[in-house]
């Protein structure tokens, strides 16, 4: 008596659950991941402007060599973007950090709001197109830089917005010829250089006079 009933109840159990299918139960099922969380941007008790910091670093302001800075750290180390102001409060850098290491574009900025410079860091190394200009808002100086070094066509001009000097880069020294030019109306070449290996080679003038230097 006692095996039939044991082997009825068997029976009821199989038909409730379909015939002997498993059934994952409710405590057994994969947990659902939790959504990202966003980082929220850090209101400055300083006044200045908000500040989106990276996950696990945390947010920081106060007084500068210049001015009021603001900037994320993580670990003791600067990660993520930076501010800097001057004292009257226009900026006077912006930047990211990685880990301590210069990252990303950097811009720099006159006391007055113009620009100053912009460029790129990879891993703090200057990298790729960087441009200066002068206080009056001309463009300065052109140029680009591979893996922290001058490299390619670099071109520098005179306030007033002439051409002043143009030659190539490789490897952070001079190579080439360079052109330098004369500040007026005709912006024409006062003289010329041959540079090899990073040693100057030759020198022109503008009357066409030769002055061959000595290669080491």
Not at 38 to 67: F, I, K, N, V
Not at 106 to 113: Q, R, T
Not at 190 to 211: I, Q
Request: aromatic share 12%; hydrophobic share 25%; glycine share 12%.
């Amino acid at each position: 008596m006692k095996k039939l009933t044991i082997l009825w109840i068997v029976a009821l159990v199989l038909t409730a659950c379909g015939g002997g299918e498993e059934v994952v139960p409710v405590d057994g099922e994969p947990p659902v991941p939790a959504a990202p969380v966003e980082p929220t941007p850090h209101a400055s008790p300083s006044g200045l402007p908000d500040m989106l910091c990276p996950e696990g670093s945390s947010y920081h302001d106060g007084q500068g060599a210049q001015g009021l800075e603001q900037y994320c750290e993580k670990s003791g180390v600067m990660h993520g973007p930076i501010r800097k102001y001057f004292a009257n409060g226009n900026r006077s850098a912006e930047g990211s950090y990685d880990n301590g290491k210069t990252d990303g574009t950097w811009s720099w900025w006159y006391e007055d709001g113009k620009k100053k410079s912009k460029g790129n860091y990879k891993k703090g190394k200057q990298t790729g197109s960087w441009s200066w200009w002068h206080e009056n808002g001309d463009r300065a100086r052109e140029g680009d830089f591979l893996n922290g070094r001058k490299a390619g066509q670099w071109t520098s001009w005179y306030d007033n917005g002439r051409k002043s000097e143009e030659g190539l880069y490789f490897n952070d020294q001079k190579n080439g010829q360079w052109k330098y030019f004369l500040d007026n109306e005709d912006n024409a070449v006062s003289r010329t250089e041959t540079w090899e290996n990073g040693n100057l080679a030759k020198e022109t003038s503008v009357d066409g006079e030769n002055d061959d230097k000595p290669k080491e």
